[in-house]
């Protein structure tokens, strides 16, 4: 209440049922905890055994999006609630998962409850060759320029079927490189910030995470970072 900031709530669409994940929507409410914009589980195209358990394939988990937001648009007052459903950034290891298909698996069974498709985005410097000094950070700041281009295939399937794009996790994620924490991560963050402005379908930007330690956070939990 004190920053008025309005939360995005994640339901637990894996094991849960429409019905104890709405009864938590109306709590929230009770404790004067808006309620208006909602993402339907988490990187749930993983291969994981769980996950593959529930949906065994996208078109699964788009059906049974549309059936929970149905229901949850069905409740008095919530009808004008922003609803998403979980897309992919196809960037995986091995490259036969199904990640790499998802987005547009999802988006082309989704029905017009659902508002918008959630992405994370993590991304390189895309050093190649180069050796990560100071001398070539130019070649680090060229990445999020790279990388908007390359998701545009992401964007235009959700273009297509008229849906927002809500970037719900992003940051620099360089394990093999000494960039965390450093005024090139925070530089590199803010490049890749400004670069969402640049198409109108990215309607939210969710940095991960704005308070945690040096390796991810905007603001550091304690003096040193860790």
Same mark, same amino acid.
């Given at each position: 209440?004190?920053?008025?900031?309005?939360?995005?709530?994640?339901?637990?669409?894996?094991?849960?049922?429409?019905?104890?994940?709405?009864?938590?929507?109306?709590?929230?409410?009770?404790?004067?905890?808006?309620?208006?914009?909602?993402?339907?589980?988490?990187?749930?195209?993983?291969?994981?055994?769980?996950?593959?358990?529930?949906?065994?394939?996208?078109?699964?988990?788009?059906?049974?999006?549309?059936?929970?937001?149905?229901?949850?648009?069905?409740?008095?007052?919530?009808?004008?609630?922003?609803?998403?459903?979980?897309?992919?950034?196809?960037?995986?290891?091995?490259?036969?998962?199904?990640?790499?298909?998802?987005?547009?698996?999802?988006?082309?069974?989704?029905?017009?409850?659902?508002?918008?498709?959630?992405?994370?985005?993590?991304?390189?410097?895309?050093?190649?060759?180069?050796?990560?000094?100071?001398?070539?950070?130019?070649?680090?700041?060229?990445?999020?320029?790279?990388?908007?281009?390359?998701?545009?295939?992401?964007?235009?399937?959700?273009?297509?079927?008229?849906?927002?794009?809500?970037?719900?996790?992003?940051?620099?994620?360089?394990? #093999?490189?000494?960039?965390?924490?450093?005024?090139?991560?925070?530089?590199?963050?803010?490049?890749?910030?400004?670069?969402?402005?640049?198409?109108?379908?990215?309607?939210?930007?969710?940095?991960?995470?704005?308070?945690?330690?040096?390796?991810?956070?905007?603001?550091?939990?304690?003096?040193? #970072?860790?």
């Amino acid at each position: 209440e004190g920053n008025a900031a309005v939360p995005m709530l994640s339901l637990n669409i894996l094991c849960s049922s429409k019905e104890n994940e709405t009864a938590g929507l109306m709590f929230a409410n009770s404790l004067n905890i808006p309620v208006k914009y909602i993402e339907f589980g988490s990187e749930l195209y993983h291969d994981r055994l769980n996950y593959l358990d529930e949906f065994p394939s996208a078109e699964s988990y788009a059906l049974k999006c549309n059936e929970w937001a149905a229901f949850i648009k069905s409740i008095p007052g919530f009808q004008n609630y922003k609803i998403a459903a979980v897309g992919a950034q196809p960037n995986s290891d091995p490259v036969f998962s199904r990640r790499n298909s998802w987005t547009k698996k999802v988006t082309d069974v989704l029905t017009s409850s659902v508002d918008a498709i959630t992405l994370h985005y993590y991304n390189s410097g895309r050093w190649g060759k180069y050796a990560d000094t100071e001398q070539n950070l130019h070649i680090m700041f060229q990445a999020p320029f790279e990388q908007i281009a390359d998701e545009k295939p992401n964007f235009d399937m959700a273009r297509a079927k008229k849906k927002e794009v809500w970037i719900t996790e992003y940051n620099h994620y360089d394990r #093999g490189r000494c960039l965390h924490d450093t005024w090139a991560h925070g530089l590199f963050l803010a490049t890749q910030t400004l670069t969402f402005l640049e198409d109108t379908i990215i309607t939210k930007a969710l940095c991960h995470t704005i308070t945690t330690d040096a390796r991810m956070g905007c603001l550091f939990n304690d003096s040193n #970072g860790l």
